[in-house]
């Protein structure tokens, strides 16, 4: 396999793994307006009043870096090679 071909299955593997870590992130931390009590007219009451949201994508984004250097540490290991064949 070239150069090319393997940068751009590393990066395809990865933004699989980013948009899953984001998803998993995403409800952590969030408070609905209909909790706090302030609902804005026009709105949903479960709306998040502050979601946080740079913060869910600097951790999506380490989550997904850990766990990219794991499933390549896995696949490129001779013992767990070994075991699945």
């Given at each position: ?31 609905g307006q209909h909790e706090d009590g302030a609902v804005t007219d026009g709105t949903e009451p479960g709306a998040p009043i502050k ?35």
């Open positions: 396999m070239d150069l090319w071909t393997r940068i751009f299955t590393y990066a395809a593997v990865y933004f699989v793994i980013w948009w899953l870590c984001l998803f998993m992130v995403l409800p952590f931390g969030v408070r979601p946080f949201l740079w913060q869910k994508l600097l951790a999506a984004t380490v989550l997904a870096a850990v766990l990219m250097v794991l499933a390549l540490w896995g696949l490129s290991s001779p013992w767990l090679q070994e075991y699945w064949s």
